[in-house]
């Protein structure tokens, strides 16, 4: 079965500091491109994160710019994305997606991490 | 940024009515690079359609995608209750966005 399973979510205070991690199974993982996409609560989905089968193309959203840094390890079929300096904002429900190549849609979806940032 | 616009923002309809989800966006999407997808409370969101018309795997043909530029159209022939839902438009042509989505809810 093709499967992505995101850990790593919490209760972190302003400024903190988390690892999301995302495992992939049931599908050559090696051969995908892999997002994060987050939903505030109450709120519609936004495109956080993108990383190509190789890791070798980045891309992160303008919000989070300079804070979160995505990351693959092709061997252990698992991306990653550190969040620096959380705010507020950025509490969510942190979703891990793949898409077949860049200019393709996100066909499989984790089932979510909670990231809550709060003092 | 490729601003999406979605409406209405909540569809109140009965099963078996056709519903019509609408996507605007703020410059022409090339290629057709337009998904939608559908989300359940709790639970993630399910691609349903991509390239604008094409339907992913396993999705009924009640689903049908429409539209070309910047203006799109999701179409669903006859409720069934397991569609009641928010759907969610997507461009993947500069970047990705997401449209606020659209709530159809049983009437």
């Known amino acids: 079965e093709v499967q992505l399973v995101e850990s790593g979510g919490g209760l972190v205070q302003p400024g903190g500091s988390l690892r999301l991690s995302c495992a992939a199974s049931?599908?050559?993982?090696?051969?995908?491109?892999m997002n994060w996409v987050r939903q505030a609560p109450g709120e519609g989905l936004e495109w956080v994160s993108y990383?190509?089968?190789?890791?070798?193309?980045?891309y992160h959203a303008d919000s989070v710019k300079g804070r979160f840094t995505i990351s693959r390890d092709n061997a252990k079929n698992s991306q990653y994305l550190q969040m620096n300096s959380l705010r507020a904002e950025d509490t969510a429900i942190y979703y891990c997606?793949?898409?077949?190549?860049?200019?393709?849609?996100?066909?499989?979806w984790g089932q979510g991490t909670t990231v809550t940032v709060s003092s | 940024e490729i601003v999406l616009t979605q409406s209405p923002g909540t569809l109140s309809l009965s099963p078996g009515e056709r519903a019509t989800l609408s996507c605007r966006a703020s410059?022409?999407?090339?290629?057709?690079?337009l998904a939608w997808y559908q989300q359940k409370p709790g639970q993630a969101p399910r691609l349903l359609i991509y390239?604008?018309?094409s339907r992913a795997t396993g999705i009924p043909d009640r689903f049908s995608g429409s539209g070309s530029g910047t203006d799109f159209t999701l179409t669903i022939s006859g409720l069934e209750p397991e569609d009641f839902a928010v759907y969610y438009c997507?461009?993947?042509?500069?970047?990705?966005?997401f449209g606020q989505g659209t709530k159809v809810e049983i009437k």
């Open positions: 410059q022409s999407i090339s290629s057709s690079y």
């Open positions: 390239g604008a018309s």
């Open positions: 997507q461009q993947y042509s500069n970047s990705r966005t």
């Open positions: 997606a793949r898409s077949e190549g860049f200019w393709d849609p996100f066909d499989i």
């Open positions: 990383i190509s089968s190789s890791g070798n193309n980045i």
């Open positions: 049931g599908f050559t993982f090696s051969r995908y491109e």
